[in-house]
C-alpha cells in the first residue's frame, strides 16, 4: 500500500503555483494539498484537511463519482462559477509503483473572458 513518504518529497513547484491542488490516497486520505488550495478549502480548515478523509468534505453523489473516477482508471473535468469565479476543475488519477495510489484534483480560476483557438 503506499505510504505518505511519496508525498513528503512532493517538489516545492507545486506550493507556489496559481492553482489549487490537492492529492488523496485510494481510501480518500488528503495527503497534499498547495498553498492556493489550502487558502480556498480555509474555511473548512485549510492545512488541517491533510490527513483527513476527502470523502466526508463532499455531498455523498460527488465522492460516488470520485470513487467510481478511481475504480475505473478515468478523469474528470467540468466548469464551476461561485461568487462570480469561474474554475476549470480537472480531477485524475496518480500512481505509485505503476498502479493507481489516488486522485489529483487541480482547480484554476478562469478568466471572465478567455480566448479561444482551433490549431
Known sequence: MYTNKIM??????AQGLNCAITVCD?????LYMNEKAQKTFS???GENLIGQNLFNCHKQSSAEKLKQLMANNESNAYTIEKNGVK????QT???AEG?????????IELPAE???FVR
Not at 26 to 30: A, D, F, R, T, Y
Open 8 to 13: 513528503t518529497t512532493t517538489p516545492n513547484w
Open 26 to 30: 485510494l481510501e480518500g486520505q488528503i
Open 43 to 45: 474555511k473548512w480548515g
Open 87 to 90: 474554475k476549470i476543475i480537472y
Open 93 to 95: 488519477p496518480w500512481y
Open 99 to 107: 498502479k493507481i495510489a489516488g486522485m489529483t484534483e487541480i482547480s
Open 114 to 116: 478567455m480566448p479561444h
